[in-house]
């Protein structure tokens, strides 16, 4: 296959994978008669992730899907075939749900040395304490999650 080809296809495929992330947002809460509303909230939107404190990530798609606002985040990401999430500590507890996909969660002593490896899979839950190192890396198909975070840092 000729290579402008190959990139084309690429474009096309996570182009496809960011609207196909896009959901609608709504928010359920008690109107002033006590009974439950549904409010719609702004759109939501997953993009590409170039890199993580000037460390390069590799097919990394990402994005806040909803949530409540003193509370949490809800986000969604999505990691091509053979792509990786750049080394990284988070400020605040999450808790990861793997929807689709395998790989390799890597957790390291913050220089990027290797001190554990979990190898996870569709179904995982993954929970992480504030400012534990790590970085993941995909295998040969497409890696879907679903993670929550605590608003406020820990």
Do not use: C
């Not at 002033?32 to 990394?60: Q, W, Y």
Request: charged share 20%; hydrophobic share 35%; aromatic share 10%.
């Amino acid at each position: 296959m000729k290579p402008w080809i190959k990139t084309g296809l690429m474009v096309a495929a996570l182009a496809t994978a960011a609207m196909s992330a896009q959901a609608r947002n709504v928010l359920i809460e008690n109107g002033p008669d006590g009974h439950p509303i549904v409010t719609p909230m702004p759109a939501t939107s997953v993009d590409e992730i170039p890199d993580i404190g000037g460390l390069p990530n590799k097919r990394f798609l990402y994005g806040t899907i909803g949530g409540i606002e003193s509370a949490v985040n809800v986000r969604f990401g999505r990691v091509e075939p053979y792509g990786y999430i750049a080394e990284h500590e988070g400020n605040s507890n999450y808790v990861l749900y793997v929807v689709r996909g395998s790989g390799s969660l890597v957790n390291t002593d913050g220089e990027g040395n290797e001190v554990s490896r979990y190898e996870f899979s569709a179904g995982d839950v993954i929970t992480f304490r504030p400012y534990t190192m790590h970085y993941w890396e995909n295998g040969g198909e497409v890696w879907e999650f679903i993670g929550v975070e605590q608003r406020d840092a820990q």
